[in-house]
């Protein structure tokens, strides 16, 4: 994988934020956060593993 510092970071801070943002929004209307923050937990390691996945099919 040839991805440069600076992507990288910018991948890794988007994905982190793409895994609180379904939190945040939960808690800010109020509603019990547990559900949704483990579904973000479970979904977003192999969201990422795919996307860097087919980031490298693209490269080839």
Request: proline share 7%; net charge positive.
């Amino acid at each position: 994988m040839d991805l440069s510092d600076l992507e990288f970071w910018a991948l890794l801070a988007i994905a982190i934020a793409g895994l609180f943002l379904p939190v945040t929004i939960v808690w800010w209307k109020g509603r019990p956060i547990l559900p949704i923050a483990v579904l973000s937990l479970v979904f977003w390691p192999g969201a990422l593993i795919l996307a860097l996945q087919l980031r490298r099919r693209q490269d080839l």
